[in-house]
């Protein structure tokens, strides 16, 4: 196959991920991408995915996957799909790329990673199952990892991560039997996030990670998690933050995305813009431990030098969901690594189910 050929894709699933990410921006990559099918049961969406790129339309999964000219299955649809689907995708020897959450558990991860290395030995060439972890490319998450990684702020000290919003949801992605709620549906790209922070600090394993968690259902018309409160320690690296991810749906009242505290400063901001500031302790002048009673009675007090610098989202800048395609492109045609793995993402679906582990022990974790 050349090594210039659009990569002929089948999209399962054209709910608001499948229509609204994943075709749109097959759509804007053509000379990577192409659309051959897609599938729905709404044979309303299939016709207009029909009219709009000119491909097949499937009212199942099943006809898809034996269509010969698909290349690459998207799996978009609903929650408790998605490992059986990208499975199913897997055995028929297509290349997968699997929407968040990345199975529903760490045995779902397993099973899509044997059926790729199954499919990988019977059709004699690399198969690949490609999360679709988008988020790991957005603008902010990258500039804040970049200011943690420049020692600027000193020893990093916390870090949270808060999706406030207030209203009332009724739809399949509120239903537990659906495999949702908020830890499911949004979960997964902080959490993502995250993990990608405790890296930079040696944690590579959810086995070091304990994980706090207050789970309500607090709005939403179904009975799945509507507020997620976490909170992720590693003690076993005395040097990694705690990490704390907040999403809900009863916070009338939002505060910033992020917030970073650190030995010498700290960061604030949204998805768009962002500010940190930092002190040189090195041109400040020593402060041991003093026992004398202090001057009027007063607490200690010094005058600080801040040093500031913001940043602004660029204008011009590539979505997340463009960049994983690009390097999903240059993976299937020239044999380029995946950004993103399943092995880095099990880890993911590992703290997730401590989550729930936690919440049903009313929020601690496990003993060591």
Known sequence: MSDHE????????????????HLKTLKERPEQFRVAAVADPDTGRGEEARAAFGCAAYPAIEPLLADAGVELVVVATPNRFHAPHAVAALDAGKHVVCEKPFGLSVADVDAMIAA??????????PVLLAPFQNRRFEWSFETVREVLRSGRLGGIVHVRMAYHGFGRRWDWQTLRSWGGGQLNNNGPHPLDQALEFFADFGVTSAADIDVFADLRNTL????????????????????????????????????????????????????????????????????????????DRSYNREELTWQEETAEIPADLTGGEARFYDGLYGALRRGEPLLVTPETVRQRIAVIEKARRAAERGGAPAPA
């Open 6 to 21: 659009p990569v002929a894709v089948g999209v399962v699933g054209l709910g608001r991920s499948g229509w609204g990410i």
């Open 116 to 125: 790729r290395d199954k499919a990988a030995a019977r059709v004699g060439r």
């Open 220 to 295: 939403s018309s179904g009975d799945a998690e509507d507020h997620v409160r976490l909170t992720l320690r590693a003690p076993r690296h005395p040097d990694a933050p705690a990490i704390d991810i907040e999403f809900t749906a009863a916070c009338p009242y939002p505060q910033d995305q992020w917030l970073v505290m650190a030995t010498a400063g700290g960061l604030r901001g949204t998805g768009k813009q962002l500010s940190w500031k930092w002190v040189d302790w090195s041109a400040m002048p020593p402060r041991p431990a003093d026992e004398k009673p202090t001057p």
